[in-house]
């Protein structure tokens, strides 16, 4: 059975700062997942969490020299018999997801471009990050 009470209800104890700043637990299926990030204390509490959940994904779009943190991402995962066992819009640049153990495959959709991991999820703490390349605009 899943940990995800035990691990939220460790990050309440063990970390109440970042705890609060961390949107509600969210469910597809039997998959418990928190998204989120807007704001400094709030992608501190996810970048702090990330190890107390099996994985966690982080979404950007490369600006130049740096890398800024996106939102509104469509986040489907796929298992190793093909079936959906995830299909949600991550609404800030984190996801923190109790995930069984195995393999994934992990297809994130940022403006019309998907990008796509294959993901083994095997501990807890496992990060997969997400980064679309920068836009080129014409005139």
Same mark, same amino acid.
């Given at each position: 059975m899943r940990l995800w009470l035990s691990l939220v209800a460790g990050l309440f104890c063990t970390a109440p700062i970042y705890a609060q700043d961390l949107p509600a637990v969210n469910f597809y299926l039997n998959t418990a997942y928190i998204c989120g990030? &807007?704001?400094?204390? $709030?992608?501190?509490a996810f970048r702090s969490a990330q190890k107390s959940f099996p994985l966690s994904l982080s979404f950007g779009q490369q600006l130049g020299e740096r890398t800024a943190f996106i939102a509104d991402i469509q986040v =489907?995962?796929?298992?190793?018999?093909? $079936?959906?066992?995830?299909? &949600?819009?991550?609404?800030?640049?984190?996801?923190?997801?109790?995930?069984?153990?195995? $393999?994934?495959?992990?297809?994130?959709?940022?403006?019309?471009?998907?990008?796509?991991?294959?993901?083994? =999820?095997?501990?807890?703490?496992?990060?997969?990050?997400?980064?679309?390349?920068? $836009? &080129?605009?014409?005139?």
């Open positions: 990030g &807007i704001g400094s204390d $709030q992608a501190t =489907v995962m796929r298992d190793v018999q093909d $079936q959906v066992v995830l299909n &949600i819009n991550s609404g800030g640049p984190y996801c923190l997801l109790d995930i069984d153990p195995g $393999q994934y495959q992990v297809y994130s959709t940022y403006e019309g471009q998907t990008l796509h991991q294959n993901v083994t =999820v095997n501990q807890l703490g496992h990060t997969v990050r997400f980064v679309w390349p920068e $836009q &080129i605009t014409t005139y």
